[in-house]
């Protein structure tokens, strides 16, 4: 594979973005001289570290069917074709392979839905009890492999949205057709990716230097896909440059985007149990699918509101302007910003005065942006350049700094020692392996 290629692959993935911006370099072999000096400062930082990280540079993949599959092969006989990384494709496999012995994958109780011996008989299955069973047991564990198969699928595709936007729709070709927004979508998303750090500090501006001259280099050049770099940063200075078909088309794509995600909120909003005040995670309750799906939902509403803006649609919002979705925070990342003076943050208070966004969306509450405005006014926050009511600005450019090798949010400088960390589950909250540590204390 070239650069190109390569770098279409890490959309799909988490590279670090100094590694992006060696690929970037290699990419575009007519770069200018300035080009080249301002990539090529953050490139160099790919080899420190000769280049090794322990992080992982993918997002969580989800593991397909095909021991499921293969072990309800060698029961039934059955060579039927399944595509085994399809949850849709395994339910239907488990559902024409069980068809002989009356099962339903939506029937998959052990003690409820399996057939009694007149029920069997009436069915012509002539299986004794034993063999019936462990048919019954393999088809039930298959399909609730494809239950969770689709669960995680769904939750990457959550994470990636919220981190990335749309870049999982471009495809090869239309990505190698124009390199300079090929490689401006590859880093400015790498920027985007960066996992959080455990601080006071808000996350930072994925808009660099090395961004800002790639954007320039699509600005000045003819023929630029604005509307395949809209999949990845829908801001005004890219909208603008989409004709009405595109932009209507990318309005509907990250409206039904929101709503998804809205509607999964709801879901998991309903069994969590967490104060809308404080946004505390409790135990029990699934941050990270949580913070996932609020990611997404929060990146589509951006984008959404973004297009509306650019089309002068804002008004169809009506009374039915949806508000934002707060992550969940780790107590003690609270009790920080309490003891340094911060508190909750703002946004929470405003979250938690307004109607739920997936109520506001499916019609059972009303929420004008007047009434959006009032509370943003009440906690002290501007609605339009916090987000609330406008599409919010990235402001400055921001400068790189090589990323840090992260243990559960902690920078740690040799990432050698962040492995030994992670696998010792140093700042995660749980008791440390003193064994993986070689059995020492830790010092300070």
Same mark, same amino acid.
């Given at each position: ?9 890490? @959309? ?21 001289? !300035? ?33 499921? =599959? ?20 395994? @339910?239907?496999?488990?559902? @024409? ?71 999982? =729709? ?15 979508? *590859? ?62 088309? @990318?309005?509907?794509? $990250? ?38 799906? *609020? ?17 002068? &649609? ?21 009790? $920080? ?36 405005? *009032?509370?943003? !006014? ?9 987000? $609330? ?17 992260? =243990? ?7 990432? &050698? $020692? ?27």
């Amino acid at each position: 594979m070239d650069a190109l290629d390569r770098l279409h692959r890490s @959309l799909d993935a988490r590279p670090r973005p100094e590694d992006v911006a060696v690929l970037v370099l290699e990419a575009l072999p007519s770069s200018t001289r !300035r080009e080249r000096a301002v990539i090529n400062g953050v490139a160099a930082h790919a080899s420190r570290g000769l280049g090794f990280s322990g992080m992982s540079d993918d997002y969580s993949r989800p593991v397909g069917a095909a021991r499921q =599959v293969a072990a309800t092969r060698r029961l039934f006989g059955t060579g039927d074709p399944v595509d085994t990384e399809d949850p849709l494709s395994v @339910l239907e496999f488990a559902a @024409l392979v069980g068809a002989g012995i009356g099962f339903d994958p939506a029937h998959t109780d052990f003690l409820a839905d399996r057939l009694n011996r007149a029920a069997r008989g009436e069915a012509g299955i002539e299986l004794s009890k034993r063999q019936y069973n462990r048919r019954f047991r393999v088809l039930r564990r298959l399909s609730a492999k494809a239950g969770r198969l689709g669960r995680t699928r769904d939750l990457r595709r959550a994470t990636l949205l919220g981190a990335a936007g749309f870049v999982d =729709v471009i495809d090869r070709d239309r990505f190698r057709a124009d390199p300079a927004a090929a490689c401006f979508v *590859a880093y400015f998303t790498a920027r985007r990716k960066l996992r959080r750090e455990f601080s006071l500090a808000g996350r930072e501006n994925p808009f660099d230097q090395v961004a800002d001259v790639l954007f320039e280099r699509c600005r000045a050049a003819a023929g630029t896909d604005w509307a395949m770099i809209a999949l990845a940063h829908p801001g005004w200075d890219v909208l603008r440059h989409l004709s009405a078909e595109q932009l209507g088309e @990318l309005l509907g794509r $990250w409206s039904a985007a929101t709503r998804s995600a809205a509607t999964v909120l709801a879901g998991l909003w309903r069994t969590s149990g967490v104060d809308r005040s404080t946004m505390i995670v409790r135990s029990g309750v699934d941050s990270s699918t949580w913070n996932a799906y *609020a990611g997404a939902y929060n990146t589509a509403r951006t984008a959404w509101i973004a297009c509306l803006h650019a089309a002068g &649609l804002t008004a169809l919002l009506g009374d039915s302007w949806p508000g934002k979705a707060m992550r969940l925070m780790a107590a003690d990342l609270t009790w $920080w910003h309490e003891e340094m003076g911060n508190g909750v943050h703002p946004d929470t208070a405003v979250w938690a005065s307004l109607p739920l966004p997936w109520e506001v969306l499916d019609g059972t509450a009303s929420c004008p942006r007047s009434l959006v405005e *009032a509370a943003c !006014r009440t906690a002290g926050v501007d609605p339009e350049r916090s987000g $609330w009511t406008a599409p919010r600005e990235h402001g400055l450019i921001a400068r790189f700094r090589p990323t840090p090798e992260l =243990v559960h949010g902690v920078a740690v400088s040799d990432p &050698l $020692w962040a492995m030994a960390l992670r696998r010792a589950r140093v700042f995660s909250g749980k008791p440390v392996r003193g064994e993986v540590l070689g059995g020492q204390p830790l010092s300070g």
